[in-house]
């Protein structure tokens, strides 16, 4: 069935670090891919999604592009803040299916 | 616009009590969601409603666990006799109907503590 595999956690970096979180996906159809976050004591929030290949979201300077040719879809910020500090999820949805999600990463920025 | 109301936001009960968990979708969503969230197993999906009917419910890890959607705007999840590794964030959500390019909107989640 599909699937996404994510880059475990945790992740500590510096403000102003350049993260990358890696997410790759098995599908039979042609997915939506998404990233969402999820804030302390909080639900999930969409961050970003990428409906078809080479797309590429972006929200909040988080940019992620959607590679068919390697089936993945990486979450990358040029200079993360405190205030990024939060647990990210890769999901995809194929047409008429539901959503799965990865398994989460715990992104923790220090000033 | 509202977002997707679940209530309670908290719940400690006792091994062997039933607990009774809601959802209010968004209005005109067509595609209901419940999930349960755990350390060590991550975000699972329990079970999926579109247009009411529940079309995946292989995630509903036992018998003492079900769902029901008796309309559009209103959904339960049940867990009878509950047990202390029923601890868990369960998070309601929807989307509308359609593509798979729509965004699944979640509630705030309720807590719930088993004792």
């Known amino acids: 069935g599909d699937s996404v595999t994510q880059m475990e956690g945790p992740v500590t970096l510096s403000e102003e670090a350049f993260l990358t979180i890696n997410c790759t996906y098995t599908?039979?159809?042609?997915?939506?891919l998404f990233w969402y976050v999820q804030y302390p004591g909080e639900g999930l929030q969409l961050l970003l999604k990428?409906?078809?290949?080479?797309d590429k979201g972006s929200n909040k300077g988080f940019e992620a592009t959607y590679r068919k040719e390697t089936t993945s879809f990486h979450l990358e910020k040029g200079s993360v803040q405190v205030s990024d500090s939060a647990v990210y999820f890769c999901?995809?949805?194929?047409?008429?299916?539901?959503?799965?999600f990865g398994a989460g990463t715990r992104l923790t920025v220090k000033p | 616009d509202a977002g997707v109301i679940q209530s309670p936001r908290h719940e400690v009960t006792e091994m062997g009590q039933e607990v009774t968990l809601r959802c209010k979708p968004i209005?005109?969503?067509?595609?209901l969601f419940w999930y349960r969230q755990t350390m060590m197993r991550g975000l699972e999906l329990l079970i999926y409603?579109?247009?009411?009917?529940?079309?995946?419910d292989s995630g509903m890890p036992e018998d003492r666990f079900s769902a029901k959607m008796p309309n559009a705007s209103f959904s339960t999840l049940k867990i009878q006799p509950s047990e202390p590794r029923d601890s868990a964030v369960y998070f309601c959500?929807?989307?509308?109907?359609?593509?798979?390019?729509?965004?699944?909107?979640f509630g705030e989640g309720s807590w719930l503590t088993v004792v």
């Open positions: 409603f579109n247009n009411n009917v529940p079309i995946d």
């Open positions: 209005s005109g969503h067509n595609s």
């Open positions: 599908a039979t159809g042609y997915p939506s």
């Open positions: 999901a995809l949805s194929d047409p008429g299916n539901d959503m799965r």
């Open positions: 959500a929807s989307r509308p109907d359609g593509n798979s390019g729509n965004t699944i909107y």
């Open positions: 990428a409906t078809k290949a080479d």
